[in-house]
């Protein structure tokens, strides 16, 4: 496998080593400086302990769904066996190809026509945008008309191909079928939650200081500027945290979900 923008690599030479992240190709540009200094004739590979270890914890297989402004990027996802960011780099074939990747100078998860830029009609978002899968990342958002808008009717989870299992014979297809279908009903209530959680938190306001009555001193009008400013600076903190709780509430959904996914497929394994 050759080299990409964010994979971890393994630096060795004159009797030290050590590892960098991948932040340009063509000369290797690391996304931080080494601490040793390597003469002429160093090796560099990638990293053994780093990659296999995050390809093996994500998904092969993923099914995004859930939006009709960005009909041409939902589907079925397969493992490219590209990593980039240290992160799994998803395609999906067809007429309209699609990739599914993680962009590390955003922080982002992003559904495109390339995984090697930013240009993409789907991002994800929330507490844990940057998950190490993109099954666990709590929220998703749209472009539509130009603007990115939140889309929490999109969802990202786990499949199991017929096709993958039968050669595998591994896993009895019909017994993980119904392990995927319950995950995907799991999955799509913790979204709903998330949701109904949000909403929640915006209905939640408290009640905007009056302003100053007509007629008031500049004293009284600056009193109740800044009793105004306060209330609002209150009530944008008291929305973050609530929001914060609510993904906090959904990434532990998700786990439950992804650990139910797992208890379940566990006797659908042919001895």
């Known amino acids: 496998m050759g080299f990409d923008v964010g994979a971890t690599v393994l630096v060795e030479g004159d009797g030290n080593s050590e590892t960098g992240v991948i932040a340009g190709i063509g000369s290797i540009v690391l996304a931080a400086g080494l601490k040793n200094g390597y003469p002429a004739g160093s090796t560099v590979k990638l990293d053994p302990a780093v990659e296999p270890a995050v390809r093996a914890a994500c998904d092969d297989y993923l099914v995004v769904s859930g939006s009709s402004e960005q009909s041409s990027k939902m589907g079925a996802y397969n493992q490219t066996g590209v990593m980039q960011y240290g992160r799994p780099v998803y395609e999906k074939s067809g007429l309209d190809t699609q990739y599914l990747y993680f962009w590390e100078p955003l922080g982002f998860w992003l559904i495109g026509t390339s995984y090697n830029d930013a240009s993409a009609g789907v991002v994800s978002g929330g507490t844990g945008a940057d998950a190490t899968c993109p099954v666990d990342v709590p929220t998703w958002r749209q472009v539509v008309g130009g603007r990115l808008e939140a889309a929490d009717s ?28 319950a995950r995907t009903q799991d999955t799509t209530q913790c979204t709903s939650r998330l949701t109904s959680c949000r909403s929640v938190c915006a209905a939640d306001r408290d009640p905007v200081p ?9 004293e009284e009008h600056n009193d109740a500027t800044q009793q105004a400013v306060k209330a609002m600076a209150d009530a ?3 929305l973050k945290a609530c929001s914060e709780e609510c993904g906090t509430s959904f990434q532990k959904c998700k786990e439950q ?13 042919v001895v």
């Open 210 to 218: 009056f302003p100053a009555m007509p007629g008031a001193s500049v």
């Open 154 to 181: 999109i969802t990202v989870v786990a499949q199991l191909l017929a096709s993958h299992v039968a050669t595998a014979g591994a896993i009895d297809v019909a017994c993980a079928s119904l392990c995927v279908h």
């Open 236 to 238: 944008a903190a008291k």
């Open 257 to 269: 979900a992804r650990s139910g996914f797992q208890n379940c497929t566990e006797p659908c394994r």
